[in-house]
């Protein structure tokens, strides 16, 4: 390679200056808020002003049995609806992934949740889940499951699960299209020789598919329990936390102490929570991502 | 060798039956509520037909509220503007990183995809002290500016893996006959990288598209910048919610966004897996 072509591939500066302005952009408006999320949590900032507190917003909160309470639901919500996103959209996908006439329009079908704005979206699950006119109360009321009205919102555990159902169903169409992605990526010459050896579907799937597809299976479980820990439009606009605070999960919280009560002290000492709590779960994809890299380019 | 016989196949298009009705029950009854008088949606007990079906729902809405077609408008003027900033940004930093090795190269793209994993909701209160010192609040670029800094991390990872495929012996004779950096720019990387800018372009337009509702509800109280999501929210009245109406109108805003959907599936849908599959 002569001298002109090396400095082409490798002008520092240039590099440098072509990221500086997504770089600067992100810092401003990520990094900085942050940091100054950080800075908050240990005011009692309010619209009236803030005044240093030290660790007592840490302090109230962590003593709190309320706050143990939500972060434990955060968990539980968490969860089913990230182990029913990977169920299903397995399931999904090797149905997708059969040899059908028509399989490409499926394909197409299964998309609307994910592109769909979220907000949008559960106006349809509202009207889904109303307990006098929607259809699912009316079905049930129609085959006698349901004795009468039933609103799915308005009691603590059916509103838990109905969230979960709505969250899943956001979830899942992008999960099905990365392990459907993934089985449509293992090399077909596996299967051919697995079938010359008589192997049945379920041995070809269990021995083969499955592990062939564990890594992106991994990469999706921890993504998509990153997404549904930051879920917060679904919640907000089915129950906005409720009936009495039994969907209200950290981010729920979070919000309602910062913009809803303008305790911005507080609110930033829940946020700090969940970026901690986020951080930990990037550093885990992170570290992951690095391993299956490693043993791609080594095997 | 993949041969179904009769009972396997009825049993695999039931599930997908199954499975579609689950996807896709809310845009089904969305549409259904759409099409039927308001008395008979709110008829107890509850009745799953109705005779007189049509498309009232749609031309009354106009006239419940009047600002509809403005919203319409601000939700598309948001994503197409948020989605050409997030470019601007995006196409430069994608290149350096699919073309130059430089120190934290790798680091830098780590962090990016760390980044992506912090929504807007947490970081809601600095964004509004943010937004309030540079006297943005309650303006269009009270969404524009967050939502195109949620957007730049995956364009950036996407935006790389296209210029990648972009055979770097083509610049580098370029380069050695003499041509600058702008011109290899203008006349190799532009046209054969235009496929790639167009699915990042989608792909950022579905987002902004979707992401506005949190930031419009934080940080805009004005009705004339407001987009369609929190639009809707005007047709649940003090006594009724007219739902027909406001189904109607879900299915109009969602519209742009399904239709885009429908034509670039294919492009869209590789670009975003094949990312992350590879990785």
Redesign the interface.
Known sequence: M?K??RS?????F???A??A???I??L???A???L??IR?SFTNSSLAGEDYVGFENYEKMLSSKKFNKIVTRTFVWMFFSVSLKLL?GL??AI??N???RGRSM?R??????W???????M???L??YNG??G?I??IG??TGILEG?YGFLAYKQSAFISTVISDV?VG??MVT??FL??MQ?VPKDL??AA?CDGASRWDRFFKITLPQITP?II?MSILSA?WTF?S??IIWILTEGGPRGATTTL?ID??KQ??GNYK?GR??AR?VV??VL??L??GF??AL?AR??KKISHG | ??K?KIHE?IF??F??TV??I??????V??FY?SLRPLDH????????FSDDLSFWAYREMWNTVPMLPRYIFNSFFLATTTSIITL???I??A???A?????FKNT?L?V????N???G??????????LRTFGLLNTYQAMI??G???L??TA?WLLKSYFEKIP?DL??AA??DGAS?VQILRHIIAPLSTPGLVVVGIYAF?GA??Q???FAI?FNQKKEFMP???G?YEFIGYTTVK?NE??AA?LV??AP??IV??FL?KYI?EG???G??K?
């Open positions: 002569n002109k072509l082409f591939n490798s002008p520092t240039l590099a440098y072509l990221i302005p997504a770089a952009y992100i401003l408006i990520v900085w808020p942050v100054e999320t908050l299903i399931i999904g149905l997708l059969a040899n059908l499926f197409v079908l299964i998309m609307p949740p592109v769909v704005p979220i907000a949008i979206g106006l349809g699950w009207w889904l006098y006119f259809i109360a009316g009321m129609h009205p169903w899942t169409p299209v990365f992605a993934a990526g299967y051919e079938y992106v990469t990153i930051n917060f439009e981010i979070t919000y910062a913009l911005f609110g930033a946020a969940v970026m986020l951080t779960f990037a994809y992170l991502l299956i890299n | 060798m993949n179904y196949k695999l298009y599930s997908i499975f579609l689950f996807i896709l029950l809310p845009f009854e969305m509520a949606l709110f008829r107890s007990p509850y009745q799953f601007l940004f995006v430069p930093a290149y350096s990183y073309r130059f090795s430089f120190p830098s780590y990016l995809l760390a980044i994993m912090f929504s909701a947490v970081l809601l209160i600095p964004l509004y002290k943010v500016v967050p195109v800094a949620f730049i991390p950036i770097v610049e580098e380069f050695v950096r579905i598209y979707a506005q509702f949190l934080t369609i999501p929190s809707l739902w406001m189904m879900s805003g969602i966004v399904l959907f429908l599936q849908v975003l897996t094949s992350a599959v990785n």
